[in-house]
C-alpha cells in the first residue's frame, strides 16, 4: 500500500475525515442544483430556447462536458450516501442511553436528515429514468427531438408531479439543514456568523424549491404547454 492509499484510508475512515466528504459532496450538489434550475427554468422562455440548451449542453465539448458532469455528480453522490449512512450507524452505536436535551436535538436533525435525503436519493433515481434513461417510450421519442416537449408531457402525468412536488418539499428541508452543516465541518462558520448562514441556506433551499416546484405546477395545474 503506497503513503497515499494509506492516507486516503485513514482520512475516510475517521469519522471527521467522512464528514469533510460528506460537506463537500453536499456543497457540489449545492451548486450543480443551481445551474439545473437556472437551465430548467427556460422551459418558460419557450420551446426554442430551452430545446436549443438541451442540444448546447450535449454536444458541449463534443459531448464529453456532459459525461464529465455526470461522472462528477455520480461519484459525489455515491460518497455522499455511503459516508452519511456510515456515520449515522456509528453515532447511534455510540449514543448513550442517557443523552443530554442538545444531543437529543441534534440527533433528532440528525434522523430528519437521514430520512429526507433517502427520499431525495429514490427521488433522483426516479428522474433519472424519466428524464435521463427516458424508460417511457413516449418520452424517449419526444426526448431526441423534442426536450421542451418532453418536459411537459412527462409533468401532464399527474403522479408524476405530485411525486416531484413532496420531493421537492423534503428537499427543501434536506438543503436548509444541509448548507450551513456543510460550512461548519468545513470551519468556515464561527459564532458569529452561524446565525446568517443558517439564514442564507434556508432561503437558498426555498428559492431552489419555489422554482423546480414551479414547473410541473404551471404544466399540471395551469396547462403550461398546452
Ligand atoms: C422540476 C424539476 C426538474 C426538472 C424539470 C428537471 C429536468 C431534468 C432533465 C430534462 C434532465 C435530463 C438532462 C439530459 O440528460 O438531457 C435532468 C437530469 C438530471 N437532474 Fe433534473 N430536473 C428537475 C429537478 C432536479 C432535482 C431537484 C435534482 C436533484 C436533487 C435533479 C438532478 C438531476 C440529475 C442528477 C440529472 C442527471 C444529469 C444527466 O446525466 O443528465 N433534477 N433533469
Known amino acids: 500500500m503506497t503513503t497515499l492509499t494509506r492516507s486516503l484510508c485513514a482520512f475516510w475512515n475517521s469519522s471527521i475525515g467522512k464528514k469533510i466528504v460528506v460537506a463537500v459532496t453536499g456543497l457540489i ?21 430551452f430545446n436549443e440548451y438541451a442540444h448546447w449542453l450535449h454536444h458541449l465539448g463534443h459531448g464529453g462536458a456532459i459525461w464529465a458532469a455526470r461522472i462528477v455528480l455520480l461519484g459525489s453522490l455515491v460518497l455522499h450516501v455511503v459516508a452519511t449512512v456510515s456515520l449515522t450507524r456509528a453515532n447511534r452505536a455510540a449514543r448513550p442511553s442517557y ?7 441534534a440527533s433528532r436533525s440528525s434522523r430528519v436528515m437521514i430520512w429526507s435525503g433517502l427520499t431525495v436519493l429514490a427521488f433522483i433515481i426516479f428522474h433519472i429514468l424519466h428524464y435521463t434513461v427516458r424508460v417511457d417510450s413516449q418520452l424517449a421519442e419526444l426526448g431526441k427531438e423534442d426536450p421542451w416537449k418532453m418536459v411537459i408531457v412527462g409533468f ?26 456543510a460550512f461548519q465541518t468545513l470551519g468556515l462558520n464561527s459564532s458569529k456568523t452561524r446565525p446568517t448562514l443558517q439564514l442564507i441556506g434556508k432561503a437558498y433551499a426555498v428559492l431552489i424549491c419555489l422554482g423546480f416546484i414551479s414547473i410541473p405546477i404551471s404544466i399540471l395545474f395551469f396547462g403550461y404547454g398546452n
Request: glycine share 8%.
Open 156 to 181: 401532464q402525468n399527474p403522479a408524476a408531479s405530485i411525486f416531484y412536488v413532496i420531493a421537492m418539499v423534503l428537499l427543501c428541508s434536506h438543503l436548509a439543514h444541509g448548507f450551513s452543516s
Open 29 to 49: 450538489f449545492i451548486a450543480f442544483l443551481a445551474g439545473h434550475l437556472i437551465g430548467n427554468l427556460l422551459v418558460f422562455v419557450g420551446q426554442e430556447a
Open 99 to 105: 443523552a443530554k436535551e442538545d444531543t437529543i436535538q
